[in-house]
Every structure is written in structure tokens, then in C-alpha cells.
């Protein structure tokens, strides 16, 4: 079947099918409102934002993560080139070093002004998203894409994000024939889909194949 004629409620069941996993859960993480599964989605948003595949980042947050790298404190009590080492059993060798600094540098950020708990962060920004990613873009090696990453993933658990359908989810949707406007996308899954709607609409628009996965049989 083409993207030009299957209906979007069979779409969107076919997307969830093939690429609903969000990247926080193919990372191990649990995500919850608490300080370390929100920490471990932050520090797998810093990987992701790279020029760097995905399955590769997600590999280096995996390696960290197994290291103890799983909260700002333990961050900072991995010596560099633990966090060097981790990054490199991930193969993600490009920008290890850079990538050590940078997430030790974040864990001082966090522990210093959040004491490393981001929803302090959350609390700060008071209900305002774009104040929300303001804040984030603040953490070394972030950025807006990093941010947009975060946001997408967190509004499993941060309702004041929903509906988080940024430009890289339009693209995902334009690539499989569903609607280009972020409300419109809304409208076609439930709250409680959102998240992994989005990173499979990401999936989608990274990868072709994926994307022919969706909208043929």
C-alpha cells in the first residue's frame, strides 16, 4: 500500500508497530519523575545531539550507564577516562573526549544549581516549555537539539510538554503522508503515546527504510 492511500489512524498504528520505541527505553532507562532516570535521559539527549548515529549513541549511554555513570554525583566520581573508556566501548570514538569533559562539566552544572535533580529544573521554568529548554540548553554539549531531544522523551512523564512535535517530527510525518501541523499530529494518538509517537516519527525521517517499513506492505 502507498503513503497516498492509507488512512492515518492505519499509519500511525504501523508507526507505533515498526518504530515506537522510545530512545529512553532502547537506552534501558525507566523513565519516571525522578532525579536519576531524568538525569540518564538527560545525559543520553547529550549523545544523540551529536552528528552521530543513533544506535551508536544509545550505545554509549548504555556503556555509562553499566559503568555507574548514573546520576550527576557518580558522573563526577568516574575519573575522565572512565567516562573515555565507556564512550569507547560504545564506539562512539569521534567525540569521546570532548563528550568526557562535556558530561562532567553537566554534572557539576546539575549538582551545583539543582542539586542534581532536574525537576528543581522543572520547577524553575514554572510551566513554561520554552523557559524549560532555555534552562536545558544551559547543560555543556546540549543545545536546541539536544533540548528538543529531552523534551520530546520527557513528556512521558512531564505533561506540561504534551504535545512535544517539534520540526523533526514534521519531517518523519511529511515522509509517511500524515499531517505537517504538530496539533493535527496530536490529535491522532492518546497522551500516553506521545512520546513514543514522536521518536518513532524521528525514526522515520532519520532512515528511509524505516520509513518504507511504515507505508508499504
Not at 87 to 99: A, F, M, P
Request: aromatic share 6%.
Amino acid at each position: 500500500m502507498s503513503k497516498d492511500s492509507t488512512a492515518p489512524g492505519r499509519t500511525v498504528a504501523r508507526l507505533l508497530e515498526v518504530a515506537g520505541t522510545t530512545y529512553a527505553r532502547e537506552a534501558g532507562i525507566k523513565l519516571a519523575d525522578k532525579p536519576a532516570p531524568l538525569y540518564q535521559l538527560l545525559v543520553l539527549s547529550v549523545l544523540l545531539s551529536t552528528r552521530i548515529k543513533a544506535d551508536i549513541a544509545v550505545a554509549a549511554a548504555k556503556e555509562l550507564f553499566t559503568a555507574g555513570c548514573t546520576s550527576p554525583k557518580r558522573m563526577l566520581e568516574a575519573s575522565w577516562q572512565d567516562r573515555v573508556d565507556a564512550l569507547g566501548r560504545g564506539h562512539y570514538v569521534r567525540y569521546d573526549e570532548s563528550t568526557a569533559t562535556a558530561l562532567g562539566d553537566g554534572a557539576r552544572l546539575l549538582l551545583d544549581t539543582y542539586s542534581g535533580d532536574l525537576r528543581k529544573l522543572r520547577d524553575r521554568a514554572a510551566g513554561d516549555v520554552g523557559e524549560l529548554r532555555n534552562l536545558l540548553c544551559e547543560v555543556p554539549r546540549l543545545g536546541p537539539v539536544g533540548a528538543d531531544i529531552f523534551c520530546r522523551e520527557a513528556q512521558d512523564v512531564w505533561p506540561e510538554l504534551r504535545p512535544y512535535l517539534d520540526r523533526k517530527t514534521v519531517s518523519g510525518a511529511d515522509r509517511i503522508g500524515l499531517p505537517r501541523d504538530g496539533a493535527e499530529l496530536a490529535k491522532l494518538v492518546a497522551d500516553r503515546d506521545l512520546a513514543r509517537f514522536s521518536a518513532a516519527l524521528v525514526r522515520v525521517s532519520l532512515d528511509k527504510k524505516t520509513a518504507d517499513q511504515v507505508t508499504t506492505a
